[in-house]
């Protein structure tokens, strides 16, 4: 199959922005460093991994002909040093580095059909293990516990370090770290839970879920904790009535429908190769090109899942999470 095409060749752009300017929330934003940049090439989809032809992959299963597949080869992570776990996953992923990673889902045994494990590893030779998340049984909402054990996934559990809660319909999420419950914390508050981000699901009415919304929110990142967020100054509350001052936005990039596969596609560089519904890329609105975080499917129980500054890997895990969660209503 010839996928050489015009549309495919990379474009130059004079200046290369500066990751951190974009996600200031106030005062000056930093200088921008004179660099030229390769832009990524425009979406397209093919199943099949060539060396001669630029990576395209698909988020949603078009129509097209099947291709025949060739060897899984993957771009590998660099070289990631990770002395401290529980530090490494909470800190934001260094600047003009992209953490590259495998999210491998167990659903062997007698309920992890219903309960699947996760399991997130860096994708190179080494597979150092980072993070374990599993839902919780008898929760009333979708409640996912993210542990630094893959073998210890209790709430009272020393390696226990943030969970996913969702609503009642599957549509908004809110990350928190491994505080207590405000009804439950210390008189000062001093142990009290924080929130990490937010993630809200919005699928217009006759909308395709490969093109649905997902926005994404984060507190400003900054070198003190935030105060605890009250019942009415959470994130998703925030993002309700508009009040984004201090906080991250992002959203998926949209894909673009493929009148050849009839499918709407996305460009994953090489890092997915089957199309999914569930794959996705995150970006800033003011930078479209640079991809924050994106998660896609590279056989059945596997994905990868690659994320830039300014998410740590507990909160890219938790967005992946939440994209396995049932959506049981759109808006």
């Keep these: ?45 093919s199943e099949e991994e060539t060396p001669e032809t ?26 990631i040093e990770v002395d401290n776990l529980e530090e490494f996953v ?35 030779d080494k597979k150092v293990f980072l993070l374990a998340g599993r839902k919780r049984k008898k929760s009333k909402t979708s ?24 609503n009642l319909m599957g549509t908004k999420f809110t990350v928190f770290d491994n505080g207590a419950n405000p009804d439950r914390a210390n008189a000062d508050w001093s142990n009290v839970r924080q929130e990490l981000s937010a993630v809200v699901y919005c699928i217009p009415l006759g909308t395709p879920w490969g093109v649905a919304r997902l926005w994404v929110g984060s507190p400003q990142l900054c070198s003190l904790p935030s105060p605890p967020p009250q019942d009415n100054d959470g994130l998703l509350m925030r993002w309700q009535n508009k009040n984004m001052d201090n906080v991250i936005e992002l959203h998926n990039k949209a894909p673009v429908w493929n009148d050849e596969t009839q499918s709407y596609v996305l460009n994953f560089h090489g890092r997915v190769t ?37 998410l740590c890997a507990v909160q890219a895990f938790a967005i992946a999470l939440s994209s396995f969660d049932g959506k049981l209503a759109c808006e």
């Design 1 to 45: 199959e010839d996928d050489s095409d015009s549309s495919t060749k990379p474009i130059r752009s004079e200046k290369k922005k500066n990751p951190a300017s974009l996600f200031q929330t106030g005062g000056d934003p930093p200088r921008e460093k004179k660099t030229k940049k390769k832009a990524p090439p425009k979406a397209a989809e």
């Design 54 to 79: 630029p990576q395209k992959n698909s988020n949603k299963k078009g129509k097209g002909k099947k291709s025949k597949k060739t060897k899984e080869e993957r771009p590998p992570s660099p070289v």
């Design 90 to 124: 909470l800190r934001p992923a260094p600047q003009g580095v992209t953490i590259k990673c495998r999210v491998t889902r167990d659903k062997k045994g007698m309920d992890r059909g219903l309960y699947p494990t996760y399991y997130l590893h860096l994708d190179n």
């Design 143 to 166: 409640n996912y516990l993210i542990s630094i054990d893959p073998t210890d996934l209790s709430r009272g559990g020393e390696n226990f370090i943030g969970k996913l809660r969702s």
């Design 274 to 310: 089957h199309a999914s519904v569930k794959n996705f890329q995150i970006v800033h609105g003011s930078d479209p090109d640079y991809i924050v975080m994106q998660f896609g499917r590279v056989a059945d129980d596997a994905f990868t899942m690659d994320y830039n500054y300014p």
